[in-house]
Structure formats: C-alpha cells, structure tokens
C-alpha cells in the first residue's frame, strides 16, 4: 500500500492505495458509492467522474495517476444542498429509472454543458454515446439535458 | 374478493383527479440523481468478506475430483466451499433436499395451471455442481476472502480433475438418440413438451382460403442490465439472515431461499430497495444467493458476492431462442381459420423458466392476437450444453410476435390486403373471448392500429413509396398479471399508515425495479386518501415491512398493487374522516379529504388538517390511536382448468393490453445496414395515471426492441458466448435511437385502479417484427431469423437479384 493525495469534490485526503487499484475502486472504498460498477473494461460509463474537467471512465485510469488532479464525483455536484440543474431536471423528467447509469450520465452531461452552453440534440447524443442506460431509451436523458442547458 | 374498483361515477369525475393522470414526479428520483441511493454493491459492513465462484471451463464435464486444501491455506481466505457442503438442488420455485431426500414444490395449483401438461418441474440445478458441470459458467466452487484478489488467487488455488463429455449446442441434435445425455433424468434430453389442440386444426385449414407455413428463429439476447447480479450476506447471532440484492420479487425469493437453507421465513430479511436494472432477469433466486449465503455461515462473517460483466453475459440468463414454425389458414377476407405452431426452443443446461416462458408463448398471444378459430401447439424445451436462459420482459412474447406479425405482413401480400386493413380485419374488440377463455373487457386495439398508422404516415408512405424506404407494423397482446405462477392467486398486500403528525407512511409489498411503480402507488395512495402526495413517504423493497407481493413480473405491479394500495388507503381513510367526525361533531359521510385536510362537504371551512387528525387520533380521547389501514386485493382471474387446458373467463389475467407499433426504415442498398427513421408506439393504458411514467417504459422497451431487432446477439459458439463486455455486445447508444413517439390510448379499464392496466412488458413485444415488416416494405427482403443484421439483408438482397 501507498499513500497518494487526491483532491475529490474540493477537498484534499491522503489515501492509501494498491499501486494497481483503478480510481474507480479507490473512490468506492472510501465511500463515493455514486460513482457506479457496471463493468470492468470502459465500456457502460457508470463509474463517469470529472477529472479536471474532463468526463473519465474510472475504471479505466489508475488511482496514482489522479493524484494532483481535480477528481469531480457525483456526490461533489449538489453545492451547498442546492441541486445542480442538470440533477434537477433528471430527477424531474423521469431521466433516471432504475438509478445505476444515473451519475455517470449526469457527470458526462455536466462535462458537455461545462464545455457548450446551448448543444443541439445531435450533440447531447454524441456527448452521452460513452453511457450506456437499459431503462430510458435516452429520451427524457436527452429531455433532461437540453433543458438543463436552458437554465 | 373480485371487487370491482373503477365506477362509472369515479371515471366521470376524472377532471376533478388531483393525482391520478398527473405527470407527477418520481418520489425516488433525488436520491438517484445525487448518487445517495444505495444498491447492494454499495453497502459496507465491517469485516465483509468478498466472495467468488470457481466456474465450468467446459461445456460438459464428469468432476472426477475437487482439492480445495491450497486454497484453504491461502492467507486471508475465510471460507471454501463445493457441491458436497450444499445438498440442495432446486429450480424455480422448488427444492430437493438431497440429504433428507425431502421435496419442497409449489402448492399443487401452481403446478397444474403453469405447467399445463406437462410433467412436474423438476430440480435440476445444484448452486454448487455435485457430479457434472453441463456449461461454461456452471459453477463448481466458491470462497470467501479478505478481499477481491485474494479471492481470486484462492479460485486459481483450487485443484479440480475433470472427464471431458461429449456436448451438444444445436437443440435439433440434442433430440436426436444418441446425442449425449445431459440429465440422468430426462430422456432425449427433453426439459419439457407442452402440447395441445383447441378445436379442430386440419378442420381449420380446409376451411382456409389460403394456407400460410414459415419458419422464425431468434436468438440469445441479454438482459445487459446496468447492476449485475449479487448479493451480500450476513447472519446474527440468532441465526437470521439479511440479504442485501437486486431482486424483482422479495418475498417470492425470500421463501425460495428460506426453503433452500431449512430457516423459517421470518428469519430472512431481503433488502432491495434500489435495483440496477431486472426486465426479468431478477426474479429467481439464483445460486449465488445460496453459495453466498453458506459461505457467510462457513466463514462467520458478511460476504459480498457481486458477479462481473463477464460472468453475467457468461451465466446470469438470457432470452430462450426459439425456432418456431408456424402455419396459419385464412380466408379470402383475411379471417384466421386455424393456427398450428411447433417450437423448439434451446433450453441451456437447466430448465429454470423455460417451460413458463414458453407456456405463456403458447397460451397468451399464440392463440390471443387476432383468435384464430382452431389452434394446435407442440412445443419442446430441450436442453442444450449452454447457459441456461430465463424470463425476459415479454415472458415468450416477443419470440411470438417475431413470428405470428412477420407472417401477418406475408399473408396480407397473398391475400392482396393492406397489412394495416388486415390487422383492423383480425383486431380484438371488448366482449371478444380468446381460443384459451381470456375475456377481453375493455381494448384500444384498433385505436392503436389507426393512431400508430397514422403517426408514421402509414398510407401515404405505403402509396407513395421512396426507394429503400419502407414502413412495417406489428401489434400485441399482453396480460396484466398471471394467476398461477406462484399458486391461486395474483394477490398483493398494502398497508398505508397515518401518523400522529397526519403525514402518511405507505408500506409497499410490491417492488421498485426503475419503471416508477412505487411513484405510480403514491399517486393512487393520495388520490384515495385525499393527502398532499409531498406528504406521503414510500416504503418497499424489504420483506419485514407489513406488506406482500408476488413481484414485479407479468406487468402486474401497478395492476395489482394499485387496487391493494387503492383499499389500504380506502380503509384508512374511513379511520380517518371517524376521528374527524368525532371532532367535529358531524357523521363521517359528510366529510370529504383533500390535500391533506378534512372538510364537511356542504361547508368546506369547516376543516381539519391530517395534522390536527392525526393528534386526535393517536392522543386523543376517542379510542382510535393509530390510523393504520390495509389493503388486500387477488386479481379476479382464473386458473387454467386441467381437463380442458383453457380457462374459464376472465382467464389468466383480469385484463389485457393492447398495442401497435409502426415504424419506418432506411435500407443502405450498399450495405445492407437499416436505419430506423422514427417508431410510432400506440399502448392500450387503460389509464394513463402517470404519462411520463408510461412513456417512460414504452421508450425503454423500444430500446430493446430495437437493440432484439437489429443488433443483440450473444454470439454462442461451441457453448462459449463471444461476448464478455459491452464492446462485444451491441446495445442501442444515444446516438443510434430514432425518434420514439409514444401514443397513449386510454381505455379505462373496469378492474384496474382508476382504469389503468400494466404497461412494463408490451412495447418490447412487437418492434422487432416490425422492423422487419418496414424492411420487406424497403427492399423487398424478408428476414425471418433474428437479428436482423446487415450481412442478412445484404445477402437476401443480393439473392433477391438473381
């Protein structure tokens, strides 16, 4: 085991990790359950996190390797209690069925709307390809995002 | 107990609904969008231990000898376990106790009315494999570890001799004498034949016009749910155990498993409230809640047990292929004089739901969609040396229409008909009576037909068509429950509490699987009721709770539990206007509840919140102290009568759905890939108590349907599936959906809660044979196995050409 500081949602914890242990793993064991286990390859999105702004599969990058950067996770979105309006609308329009895709959605949308104020449909649909969710069909998903970014 | 819920004053007073018909949000939407809500992988128990299972590399093999004495010595591992320390063998719904000998079946009912006429299930699964593993993914053995990779290492530590045997993949072979045998017990390796004649069908097909014989197949398709299967385990000092996992249906498995380790059922907890995804994958126990559950007794510890993406498509289930060949008579004004359909459907290694599945196939839709006059089935579940499928929304149906709707568009050519005039000609109407006795009361089905046309631009697309373009269609017919699957009943339980600060507790037996059903009975608890619905706080997924249900399956939940809740609320709600009336010194019947307050009719101001009620109540003098109301309702449906294998009206379900899908198309004439332009999806509701709820499951279900058309295939080659990730495995991304318009036609149903009928399972029915249908339409292909692939269509387009 090492010691590695990470900076999750604005605060800084020293951690101590495997060398090998995906962030995913990591943020899980220490208590970031939000950050969901669909798969183990980089392939459904649920374990989607921010890393300096960019939406990451965390499963698929090293716990070692975040260290230094601005690691972003669901639980980190709602500041203050007040809900982001991303969450707001999913929670609202029934963007959210059975839940497990949820966060990574949410953390892939917030990334587009972070980098693009007003997207199209086209580009809600390119920036969300990386999640894949068995409930919605993505249609309040898409509903629930260009709406946020009316707000 | 056949209460009739829906009055006709009720269904005029829909305006005056405060709830019911409201697009109101889902009550567990923020735990979900702030990543709060806990599923089973994410729970935390001090010293949990990780599980892990020790599965077959091959698809049949005689285990000569298992040495688990390095991986017991493993540093770190807790406990080790094999078929030995396991003397159990079940299936669904039914054990054998191998030490005892002692047989633990469903009631007798269930049996007769799910089995029909065939013989008794047998158990043929041991969670831990005693002899024989029979696929790839069978499991042999298990530990408990202090962690995943010590886990692992201990799996790799095992030491097992296996006799290669000689397997079988193709069901057609694996009937044939002398293929290898897969059970002891069942000759020819037949799992089940269900067989059966209603009327006359040779009589049927001389009466025929036109005399119609294709062949469909369909294929593995996974349930790809986001969670995979799991659990965690735990037992107290006490010796009761909690499990924590992603189940359709608690208290169903919570017997299951109850049964399985001898413990009375109250000694079980099952914790489910958040659930990853299920679309029937999810509603048996399966033999990783049983190994986990030993192994938390071995190792005197908690013990998670997750499977991963990999095991889960290798053996968490799938849909059951069927290769049907179906033959139709009609005549020259395209009524259905007979029907013959003959199955064969691969059946993996163990039986689990397939006899089930498929007798819903062939009792439901079979003979349901557009009552043929006369209808003879066979069908033969056989085993095979690969995963073992199991329930799948749409429970059969789908494979159904894929064949009963491809062939609809062929005859329609035939005859020279319009497909669209063809399935007006055949559509069910209220009062109608199917081949197998199932009352149809209230139906939209020639609604759905009309509007579903009309949102693609059915005849003008049809008239006027463009090259490679095309529209096809297909319609359903689905049950809103099943009597029999778990004995005489399709009962659920519901308890709605009032407390002493006149907020409400509603206490759900039925389950939470995504589809909002907990949402949907908060809506019919405060409609009842007359609460704010902001008052009202749902609880579920937890078998201690003071309620029961058999689950979410067979589009049931809102169904039955909506009239459950709808006399909990009710009942309470006649507690709650005494105390008022008490107070206020006026009889009960002048008192109406709305919004959380009590007023007199003919004079609204004077008034009582349910705050001010609930502490007369509880701390009052009037001898009341709680307000705690509970709603028992079963389904008025009928079990199927043994002698005749039909059904006395209403038939399996109190009621029926409806529906018809259009879509258009787009074939690459290069390629051979088609493209989905837009998918019209018309549903008979009966009553639209949420409509972002319901267009909710239609879009989902669209999803899948569409995924089931064109792209999902296990890929099972050699009894090794080809798929161990979503990059092997093609669901539908964001960017591949089409526009989805949902249609909701409101039938009101006379027994469902404020008219409304299930909803989770039929839009997945028809979108493949739809597809299908818009493809012919296109290019002049019909494609009759699925999926419908570019290879497929590119290669029939060539043949087309010479």
């Known amino acids: ?151 | 107990m056949n209460q009739n819920l829906a009055t006709k004053t009720e269904l005029e007073r829909i305006s005056e609904f405060e709830y019911v018909g409201k697009r109101v949000t889902r009550v567990d939407g923020l735990p979900k969008v702030t990543g709060e809500a806990k599923y089973y992988d994410d729970i935390a128990l001090h010293g949990l231990l990780i599980g892990k299972i020790l599965r077959s590399p091959f698809p049949h093999a005689r285990i000569k000898r298992i040495d688990t004495t390095k991986a017991e010595q493993l540093p770190g591992v807790k406990a080790v376990l094999t078929g030995k320390d396991i003397p159990v063998k079940f299936t669904f719904n039914y054990a054998e106790h191998l030490d005892t000998k002692k047989v633990e079946r469903p009631p007798k009912e269930d049996v007769a009315s799910l089995r029909g006429l065939m013989p008794e299930p047998r158990a043929d699964k041991a969670p831990l494999a005693i002899d024989k593993v029979r696929f790839i993914g069978d499991e042999i053995a298990a530990v408990a570890a202090v962690d995943e990779e010590t886990a692992i290492d201990a799996l790799s530590l095992i030491e097992v001799e296996f006799e290669r045997l000689h397997a079988v993949f193709d069901p057609s072979e694996s009937m044939k004498s002398g293929a290898p045998q897969i059970h002891d017990d069942a000759e020819g390796n037949m799992a089940a034949h269900l067989y059966g004649e209603w009327g006359n069908v040779e009589e049927g097909f001389k009466q025929a016009d036109l005399v119609v014989e294709n062949t469909f197949k369909t294929t593995h398709q996974a349930h790809a749910c986001m969670e995979t299967h799991g659990c965690v385990t735990s037992w107290d000092a006490l010796g009761n155990l909690t499990v924590w996992t992603s189940t359709q249906t608690p208290h169903p498995f919570r017997r299951e498993l109850a049964r399985v380790l001898r413990i009375p059922h109250n000694k079980v907890k099952v914790l489910s409230e958040y659930v990853g995804g299920a679309f029937g994958s999810k509603t048996e126990m399966g033999a990783y809640h049983v190994i986990c559950a030993y192994l938390a007794k071995k190792a005197a510890a908690p013990v998670k047990l997750r499977l991963t993406r990999e095991e889960e498509f290798m053996a968490s289930g799938c849909r059951h292929p069927y290769t049907l060949t179906l033959k139709t008579g009609v005549k020259k004004d395209g009524s259905i004089t007979a029907r013959q359909v003959n199955i064969i459907v691969d059946k993996g290694a163990y039986i689990s739901q397939g006899a089930a599945v498929t007798f819903y196939c062939l009792t439901v839709p079979m003979p349901g969609i557009y009552r043929p006059g006369n209808y003879k089935y066979d069908a033969k579940i056989v085993y095979t040396n690969k995963q073992p499928p199991t329930g799948f929304r749409g429970f059969g149906n789908p494979q159904a229409a894929w064949a009963i709707e491809s062939q609809m568009d062929i005859i329609a050519e035939k005859l020279g008909l319009d497909p669209k005039e063809l399935r007006l000609r055949n559509a069910s109407h209220p009062g109608d009576i199917t081949l197998a006795g199932f009352q149809v009361t209230s139906c939209g089905m020639s609604e759905c037909i009309q509007k579903a046309a009309e949102a693609i631009g059915w005849d003008e697309k049809r008239k006027n068509k463009l090259p490679n373009r095309g529209v096809g269609m297909a319609c359903l017919f689905h049950s809103s429950g099943e009597r029999g699957a778990y004995g005489d009943c399709d009962t659920a339980t519901a308890t709605v509490k009032v407390n002493d600060d006149g907020s409400v507790t509603l206490f759900l037996g039925s389950q939470e699987i995504g589809t909002g059903n907990s949402t949907g009975q908060a809506q019919i608890a405060a409609e009842t009721l007359g609460a704010r619905i902001e008052d009202i706080r749902v609880l579920m997924g937890n078998t201690d709770l003071p309620a029961f249900d058999l689950g979410a399956y067979a589009s049931r939940s809102t169904f039955i539990s909506g009239n459950a809740v709808k006399l909990a609320a009710a009942n309470a709600k006649e507690q709650l206007l005494q105390v008022a009336a008490n107070e206020l010194g006026v009889k009960a019947e002048e008192l109406e509840a709305k919004k959380s307050k009590v007023f007199v009719k003919s004079d609204p101001s004077k008034s009582l919140t349910f705050q001010e009620v609930g502490i007369a109540a509880y701390y009052g003098k009037w001898k009341q102290h709680a307000i705690v109301g509970v709603g028992t309702w079963d389904a008025p449906s009928t079990l199927m009568d043994h002698a005749t294998g039909k059904w006395k009206p209403p038939g399996m379900a109190a009621t029926y759905t409806f529906g018809c899908q259009a879509v258009e198309v787009e074939v690459n004439p290069e390629t051979g890939a088609v493209k989905v332009l837009k998918v019209a999806s018309a549903h008979d509701v009966g009553r639209a108590l949420n409509p972002t709820l319901l267009e909710g499951q239609i879009e989902g279900a669209i999803q899948q349907g569409l995924g089931y058309a064109l792209s999902e295939d296990m890929r099972i080659e050699e009894g090794r599936t080809l798929v161990t990730d979503f990059r092997d495995y093609f669901l539908r991304r964001a960017p591949d959906m089409p526009p989805i318009q949902p249609i909701l036609v409101e039938s009101i149903d006379p027994v469902g809660a404020y008219g409304l009928k299930g909803i989770g399972e039929p839009a997945m029915v028809p979108v493949a044979p739809a597809v299908a249908n818009a493809v012919y339409n296109a290019v002049g292909v019909r494609i009759s196995s699925l999926p419908i692939t570019r290879e497929k269509v590119l290669t029939a387009m060539e043949e087309l050409k010479h």
Not at chain 1, 80 to 96: D, M, V, W, Y
Not at chain 1, 118 to 125: A, D, G, V
Request: charged share 25%.
């Open chain 1, 1 to 151: 085991m090492v010691q590695i500081d990470l900076r999750i949602n604005g605060s800084d914890q020293s951690v101590m990790i495997k060398p090998h242990e995906s962030l995913r793993e990591v943020l899980r064991r220490i208590g970031f359950t939000g950050v969901k286990k669909g798969c183990d390859v980089g392939g459904c999105g649920a374990c989607t996190v921010l890393l300096n702004g960019d939406p990451i599969y965390s499963c698929c990058v090293f716990a070692a390797w975040a260290q230094g950067k601005d690691i972003i996770t669901i639980e980190g979105l709602a500041t203050g209690g007040e809900l982001q309006p991303i969450q707001q609308e999913f929670a609202t329009r029934n963007a959210a069925q059975c839940g497990f895709c949820t966060p990574g959605l949410i953390m892939s949308a917030k990334a587009l709307l972070d980098k693009k104020e007003k997207p199209t449909e086209e580009e809600i649909r390119r920036g969300i390809a990386g999640n894949l969710c068995r409930c919605t069909g993505y249609v309040k998903v898409v509903d629930a995002i260009a709406s946020a970014s009316k707000k």
